[in-house]
């Protein structure tokens, strides 16, 4: 029996007597709770994402046609926030969906809970890279999340909007025209401005994460040690993003109602790209033919973002959910998620699909955006740090952002500001 879960069956209220929970707190071997539906018997399950993993009906619909018994219901929220708050809300107390989405920037706060959650099966670990699967691995040993996608970052761009600014247009030539550091970013995005007035930049927070998550120590120290707001590097950060990003940027923050409408117009010509927010800018502006990709990124290469598939142990059906999350994560899985919407795999084995390899997007001109993920993931040199803190200093940082943004604040004020804040959590 794990021993944290019965520390944890005590402490959460409404889920003491579950015997679901029990049992699932038994499973630390890996194998599949008793409580999932099997054989014959008809179940439906249930699936919370966000933004979007590729998993149109067509491609759910594949499994109801090899698994009879099941019916999938997807339920997909605007951004990963939303589903951040209903996770924690529920987790433990039911209510959460059979198989529910974990984003990578609050993966370390459910590792908090690991024993609410369903370990994946001993035999499918070894399947992710490396840092990917260690990341959802607790101090027992137990892997509590099946990997989804990464996101090594590249830059969309809006050709027509390039040219209209006196700037290359092409690739190759973005590419080289951004080959520096954020500076080199910066410059170029300067440039935009005077030639156009209008802003480069989509938003001054994705710049900020873009920074953040090229740093091995953000927030914290492994041995608890809050470092926040005496870390040079975040300090260095917050200025860059306050005096060259936000002048250049056309909002504060990604995923309102504006940010989605402004695909459709003018209002910024590059987005910091995972390959996630390719399948995303296509989504927003189907009609739009200028986005193009530059296989380059600035300071070298960066993860932004990725998520997990997880399972609550407390579900109706976690055997079956637990089957349904290593078929949605299996390399071929992986890949046709990238093909529906740039998801870039987070398995080894699928580097090699000739799906992936050969994969042309010509919503991007044709871009061979499976070879540019690969090299864009081969470009990533830092995994940053991300205690269960991580999520509310960055938070409150980006909020910080949002008032120079906005003119509310002065941007030493909102720093200080933000390390009150820091020193009140």
């Not at 929970?21 to 054989?39: I, K, M, R, T």
């Not at 609410?116 to 999340?145: F, H």
């Not at 260095?236 to 993003?241: E, L, P």
């Not at 799906?355 to 690969?374: H, Q, R, V």
Request: aromatic share 12%.
């Amino acid at each position: 029996m794990n021993s944290r879960a019965l520390r944890r069956v005590g402490l959460v209220a409404g889920v003491a007597t579950t015997s679901a929970l029990v049992l699932a707190g038994c499973a630390g071997s890996g194998e599949p709770a008793a409580n999932g539906g099997g054989g014959d018997e008809k179940v439906t399950l249930t699936i919370a994402t966000f933004n979007n993993f590729g998993y149109t009906d067509e491609f759910l619909q594949k499994y109801e046609d090899e698994n009879p018994n099941v019916t999938i219901v997807h339920n997909k929220a605007a951004e990963s926030g939303d589903a951040r708050k209903n996770f924690f809300q529920k987790l433990g107390k039911g209510g959460l969906a059979d198989i529910e989405a974990v984003e990578v920037d609050w993966l370390s706060e459910a590792m908090q809970y690991s024993d609410l959650l369903a370990p994946v099966p001993d035999d499918l670990k070894g399947r992710w890279l490396d840092w990917k699967e260690s990341a959802a691995t607790d101090a027992e040993g137990n892997l509590i999340g099946y990997g989804t996608d990464i996101g090594p970052q590249a830059i969309c761009y809006r050709a027509d909007l390039f040219e209209k600014a006196g700037l290359p247009s092409e690739p190759a030539e973005v590419e080289a025209l951004f080959d520096g550091d954020w500076n080199t970013y910066f410059d170029v995005a300067d440039q935009y401005r005077e030639a156009t007035g209008g802003a480069m930049i989509d938003s001054a927070n994705s710049v900020l994460q873009g920074i953040v998550n090229q740093m091995e120590y953000t927030y914290d120290e492994p041995d608890g040690t809050v470092i926040a707001t005496t870390n040079p590097e975040i300090a260095d950060a917050y200025k860059s993003v306050v005096e060259r990003a936000v002048p250049n940027s056309a909002y504060s923050a990604q995923w309102g109602d504006d940010w989605v409408a402004a695909f459709k117009t003018d209002d910024f010509a590059t987005v910091l790209c995972p390959g996630w927010m390719q399948g995303i800018i296509a989504g927003y502006a189907p009609e739009q033919e200028n986005w193009k990709i530059a296989n380059t990124f600035p300071n070298g290469g960066g993860n932004w973002g990725g998520s997990y598939l997880t399972i609550p142990a407390n579900g109706e059906n976690v055997a079956e959910a637990q089957k349904l999350a290593d078929w949605l994560s299996a390399p071929e899985q992986q890949v046709e998620a990238f093909v529906n919407v740039g998801a870039f795999p987070s398995q080894p084995e699928a580097y090699s699909n000739a799906d992936l390899t050969g994969y042309i997007n010509e919503y991007y001109s044709d871009a061979k955006t499976g070879e540019i993920g690969a090299a864009r993931a081969e470009a990533v040199t830092v995994q940053p740090y991300k205690s269960a803190d991580y999520f509310k200093y960055h938070d409150a940082l980006q909020n910080a952002v949002n008032r120079v943004f906005a003119g509310s604040e002065k941007a030493d004020a909102a720093w200080n500001t933000w390390v009150a804040e820091v020193e009140a959590f």
